[in-house]
């Protein structure tokens, strides 16, 4: 009997761990190995359930390769619906925030898109913080919580707050899947009872932060959009829903009028 070659066992392999795309997998991880030895532990990890994307230290977002790393959070393809709707509203020349940032895959993907921009970025997390100051050389990211890691000077003069906070309710985390359960940090995806605690909380503040006819704008779960109009309402700003079927995402819009 003919025994299978070094390509169809990890084929097989990454598909019996339940990896759908297994051969792009097997291409991508063989690509990133230096030798069998390293291609063998890095199947052996992808098997055991860790991100492909941290296996290869980056993630293809809105065609950019990101640079990742262990305990942040992997760009999604559904918030290039985000950088959508960002790019839309963004002028050259217009200050541009990147909110919650982790890799800074947003603002790398904004800044791309829109040349010209005054972008920062801020995150809470300093293993965010130091891979987001990767994607976006030159880019001030700033450390803290939410808004009040922002400069003082921003205060009234942003055009595009693009936050992707966490949105996952907290009794919702058990059932993700252990990729992100297991991989990425509770902080980065909890959004506390009902989900919206963050998109809340950033929303009252954004009044003060946003430039006259600026946008914040969050994403959420198709079932917490009436939720999430309501509590920009709340907080004073005009708003509106962005749907995009196509990426299964749900982009929520705040502007101060
Ligand atoms: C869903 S991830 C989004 C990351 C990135 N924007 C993206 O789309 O790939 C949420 C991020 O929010 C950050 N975060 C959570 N709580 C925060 C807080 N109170 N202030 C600032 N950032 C926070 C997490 O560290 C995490 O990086």
């Known amino acids: 009997m003919q025994s299978e070659s070094p390509e169809v066992e990890i084929v097989r392999r990454l598909r019996a761990a339940g990896c759908v795309y297994a051969e792009d997998e097997a291409q991508l991880l063989t690509a990133a190995a230096a030798d069998h030895r390293e291609l063998d532990a890095l199947v052996e990890r992808r098997v055991a359930g860790t991100p492909l994307e941290v296996l290869l230290g980056w993630a293809e977002f809105c065609g950019l390769r990101i640079a990742v790393a262990p305990g942040v959070f992997v760009p999604r393809r559904r918030t290039e ?5 960002a790019v839309r509203l ?12 982790g890799s800074g895959a947003v603002g ?24 987001a100051r990767r994607n976006l050389p ?6 803290g919580d939410l808004v009040a890691a922002l400069p ?10 693009a936050a992707n906070v966490p949105y996952v309710p907290s009794d919702a985390i058990a059932l993700m899947p252990p990729e992100a359960r297991d991989h990425e940090p ?8 009902d989900g919206l605690e963050l998109a809340r909380r950033v929303a009252a503040d954004s009044r003060a932060w946003l430039a006259p006819g600026g946008s914040l704008l969050f994403e959420c779960g198709e079932s917490q959009t009436a ?27 705040g502007t101060l009028r």
């Open 186 to 193: 509770r902080s980065a995806l909890d959004g506390g009872p």
């Open 138 to 143: 030159g880019v001030p990211v700033h450390e």
């Open 227 to 253: 939720a999430a109009l309501e509590l920009v309402t709340a907080a004073g700003l005009g708003s509106r829903l962005e749907v995009d079927d196509e990426r299964g995402a749900t982009v929520v819009v």
């Open 81 to 85: 619906a985000l950088v959508a709707e």
């Open 108 to 131: 790398a993907a904004i800044a791309h898109a829109v040349p010209g921009i005054e972008l920062h970025a801020a995150d809470v997390d300093p293993a965010a913080v130091a891979c």
């Open 90 to 101: 963004a002028r050259p020349g217009a200050v541009v925030v990147d909110l919650c940032c």
């Open 152 to 161: 003082a000077p921003l205060r009234g003069r942003i055009d595009v707050l």
